[in-house]
């Protein structure tokens, strides 16, 4: 703004010294007429930040050529003025990004204690424009005892059982050694490490022995013999130990074989095939009582001759089935037959009721193959009321008119 007040007082004293200036030359010289010279540069932009926009300035001279001698000014406007917005910004408070992921943990490892660190920015958004910083602070701390650990110091375990002893046979002397770890506790956390060796040695001098040379035990009994039924012969092994005594303390072991073969020709035979034996006789007969048929089976052997030394069985099979349909029946249940007829009355006189009796048999048809029996009774008992009487005595009637003389 500045700037622009003192371009208009100079263009003012400009205008009224050529004025005065024109009029003491006006009879002496002729007149020119004002040019405009070139825009000069623009201004500064001046933004306004609640809108986002911003305008500048420039300015030009009436002096290309300066109007002289009552020539006319120029005409138009000595500035101009433009929107420069994409040179200003809307005013933008700053916003807090999340937070990041924690730091690793720092402990302290005398309390056994650790804290961890995380952050953010406050670029969501940045503050622009002379917009406010975020409020609050960029970093926050928090607890991580359960990654650190106390220092704790190493101690040892128990010993190990002794290692196989070591013999030196040139002197007939040994060592073992036995082995203990840095585990009860383990050192953690920095801490010391056991003092002491993890190992011990000691002597096993009578656990060590002397170079003993092997010698042969006696020969074992002959093994059962192996026949070539080919040829009719045979062989058969013993064996013995070098153990009498067993070669001990790098002392070299028995010469010669530990086995024996010899000849059993004796105890082979030749070879023999199977015969079948005549047929057995039949079994008792199996039968199916719904079908009313019925089988049995009869068997042979394979023994004549029985195969030996190799030769073949007997061909075909040892069981023969037959039918037996003779000797079975099919499951009958009893049925009754007509009944009877009815018995003499037996009479009781002296209440002359009387009874009489008919029989039926369960033969229409008889049970059989386990059929069953007939359901009910066999004897059905009757009243026959009217075949009897009651026992009467006889007594005399009143006694009658008498007849004419």
Same mark, same amino acid.
């Given at each position: ?33 004002? +040019? @405009?010279? *070139?825009? =000069?540069?623009?201004?500064? $932009? !001046? &933004?306004?930040?609640?809108? /986002?926009?911003? %305008? #500048? ?97 190493? +101690? @040892?375990? *128990?010993? =190990?059982?002794?290692?196989? $002893? !070591? &013999?030196?046979?040139?002197? /007939?002397?040994? %060592? #073992? ?97 199977? +015969? @079948?034996? *005549?047929? =057995?006789?039949?079994?008792? $007969? !199996? &039968?199916?009582?719904?079908? /009313?048929?019925? %089988? #049995? ?97 006889? +007594?005399?009637?009143?006694? =009658?008119?008498?007849?004419? $003389?």
């Amino acid at each position: 703004m500045r700037s622009w007040l003192l371009w208009l007082l100079l263009l003012s004293l400009l205008f009224t010294t050529g004025n005065s200036w024109r009029r003491r030359r006006r009879r002496s010289c002729g007149a020119r007429h004002g +040019g @405009w010279s *070139s825009w =000069g540069g623009w201004s500064s $932009c !001046s &933004c306004n930040r609640a809108t /986002g926009t911003g %305008t #500048w300035t420039r300015y030009r001279s009436c002096n290309n050529p300066t109007p002289y001698c009552g020539g006319r000014s120029c005409s138009g406007s000595s500035s101009m003025s433009g929107s420069c917005d994409s040179k200003c910004c809307r005013t933008t408070h700053g916003g807090w990004s999340s937070w990041g992921g924690w730091s690793s943990c720092s402990c302290n490892r005398a309390t056994g204690t650790g804290t961890w660190t995380r952050y953010r920015s406050c670029n969501n958004p940045t503050p622009y424009c002379g917009g406010r910083s975020c409020s609050g602070s960029s970093s926050m701390s928090g607890s991580c005892d359960s990654q650190c650990c106390r220092t704790t110091h190493g +101690g @040892w375990s *128990s010993w =190990g059982g002794w290692s196989s $002893c !070591s &013999c030196n046979r040139a002197t /007939g002397t040994g %060592t #073992w050694t036995r082995y203990r770890s840095c585990n009860n506790p383990t050192p953690y956390c920095g801490g010391r490490s056991c003092s002491g060796s993890s190992s011990m040695s000691g002597s096993c001098d009578s656990q060590c022995c002397r170079t003993t040379h092997g010698g042969w035990s006696s020969w074992g009994g002959w093994s059962s013999c192996s026949c070539n039924h080919a040829t009719g012969t045979g062989t058969w092994t013993r064996t013995r130990s070098c153990n009498s005594p067993s070669p001990s303390c790098g002392g070299s072991s028995c010469s010669g074989s530990s086995s024996d073969t010899g000849r059993c020709d004796s105890q082979c035979c030749r070879t023999t095939h199977g +015969g @079948w034996s *005549s047929w =057995g006789g039949w079994s008792s $007969c !199996s &039968c199916n009582h719904a079908t /009313g048929t019925g %089988t #049995w089976t009869r068997t042979r052997s394979c023994n004549s001759p029985s195969p030996s030394c190799g030769g073949s069985s007997c061909s075909g099979s040892s069981s023969m089935s037959g039918s037996c349909d003779s000797q079975c029946c099919r499951t009958t249940h009893g049925g009754w037959s007509s009944w009877g007829g009815w018995s003499s009355c037996s009479c009781n006189h002296a209440t002359g009721t009387g009874t009489w009796t008919r029989t039926r048999s369960c033969n229409s048809p008889s049970p059989s193959c386990g059929g069953n029996p007939c359901p009910g009774s066999a004897t059905e008992t009757g009243q026959c009321n009217d075949q009897c009487c009651l026992t009467v005595h006889g +007594g005399m009637t009143e006694w =009658g008119e008498w007849n004419q $003389c």
